[in-house]
C-alpha cells in the first residue's frame, strides 16, 4: 500500500459513484508515524494530514508547518477543552466537536481570533458507550446550537463500531447530513473508504493503509 494507490482508489470510487474527480478529500493520517515516513509522503507532494493527539501533533507538524505554506492539518481525536487553545492554533480543521461545552470554549477562541478552523459534528452513530460523539437523537438540536454561537460547522463524522458493517453508519450519517444542510461527511478510514465515498463522503481519512501498520509505541 502507498499513497499512490489509495490515490488510485480513491479516484475509482468517486468515478463509480458518479462523483467528480477530487470531490472526495483525502486526509493521510499520520498519528504513532514515524518522520521518514511522513516526510516521504510530503516528497510526494501531499499536504492533506490528520493527527489524534494536539501533543503529537505538534512534534510532527510545528516545525513542518512553518515551511509549508500549504499544509492542511485536521484534529481528528478527542479534544479536552483545556487542549483548545492550542488545538485552535495548530488545526485548520476539527473533525470531533462532540459537546456543548467544547462548543462554548470553541466560540470563545473564535471571538478572541476572529477566525475559526472549519468544524466537523462527530456523531456516535453506533450509541456506543465508549466512544466519543453526540448521540444521533441529539445531533440535530445540537447543530443548531453550535450554528447559534456562529461556529462555522462544515459537516459531520463518524466512526462506525467495529463489528458492524460501516455502511448503515454512513448512510445515517448522509441522512442526518442532509436534513441539516451540512454539505461536509468525514467518514471512510482504510478498510471502509471506498463504501464511505459510495454513500457521499467529502473527507475520507486514511492512515494505514499510505503509511504502513502504526508500529505500537
Ligand atoms: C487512526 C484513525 C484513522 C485512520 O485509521 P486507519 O485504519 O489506519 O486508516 C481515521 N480516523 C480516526 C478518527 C482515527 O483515529
Redesign the pocket.
Known amino acids: 500500500m502507498s499513497l499512490a494507490d489509495v490515490t488510485a482508489r480513491l479516484r475509482a470510487a468517486e468515478r463509480a459513484a458518479g462523483r467528480p474527480e477530487h470531490s472526495v478529500t483525502l486526509i493521510a493520517?499520520s498519528?504513532v508515524q514515524p518522520d521518514a515516513r511522513i516526510d516521504a509522503v510530503l516528497g510526494q507532494g501531499h499536504r492533506v494530514f490528520?493527527e489524534?493527539r494536539v501533543q503529537e501533533a505538534g512534534r510532527h507538524w510545528q516545525a513542518r508547518a512553518a515551511e509549508l505554506r500549504d499544509l492542511e492539518l485536521h484534529l481528528?481525536?478527542p479534544l479536552q477543552s483545556n487542549k483548545a487553545r492550542q488545538a485552535f492554533e495548530l488545526f485548520d480543521a476539527m473533525h470531533t466537536l462532540d459537546r456543548p461545552k467544547l462548543a462554548d470554549a470553541l466560540a470563545r477562541l473564535a471571538q478572541e481570533h476572529g477566525r475559526c478552523p472549519d468544524l466537523f459534528v462527530q456523531v456516535n452513530t453506533g450509541k456506543e458507550p465508549q466512544k466519543a460523539g453526540i448521540m444521533p437523537g441529539e445531533a440535530d438540536a445540537f447543530v443548531a446550537r453550535c450554528r447559534q454561537l456562529d461556529l462555522p460547522v462544515i459537516g459531520l463524522m463518524c466512526?462506525p463500531p467495529i463489528d458492524a458493517p460501516a455502511d448503515e453508519h454512513f448512510r445515517m450519517l448522509a441522512a442526518i447530513a442532509e436534513r441539516n444542510d451540512l454539505s461536509g461527511l468525514s467518514m471512510g478510514?482504510?478498510?471502509d473508504f471506498e463504501a464511505a465515498v459510495a454513500a457521499g463522503a467529502t473527507h475520507v481519512?486514511?492512515?494505514?493503509?499510505i503509511f504502513g501498520e502504526r508500529e505500537p509505541g
Do not use: C, T
Open positions: 493520517v498519528k490528520g489524534n481528528l481525536g466512526i478510514m482504510s478498510g481519512r486514511v492512515g494505514s493503509a
